[in-house]
């Protein structure tokens, strides 16, 4: 689950998570900032400017090593 108040950091962990399951060739182009959805909210300043500014916050080791491999997945440009 993927919960959160900035709904443009929650739209790019969603792509993120997306794009760990093998999303198909729309979702996996280009940066996740880059989405054109994600890009747009950012423009119109709807929340998060930029992968460092979303804080993913988990309770377990597990969630942990997922939470890596999406701040991995959102910082690949």
């Known amino acids: 689950m993927i ?42 300043g709807l929340g998060a400017k930029t992968p460092g500014q979303i804080d993913l916050v988990t309770d377990d080791p597990a969630s942990h090593r997922i939470a890596e491999q999406i701040r991995q997945v959102l910082g690949k440009g």
């Open 3 to 44: 919960f959160g108040a900035d709904r443009v950091a929650v739209d790019a962990v969603g792509v993120a998570v997306l794009r760990m399951h093998g999303g198909n060739a729309t979702i996996s182009r280009g940066a996740v900032f880059e989405q054109e959805q994600i890009a747009r909210a950012v423009q119109v």
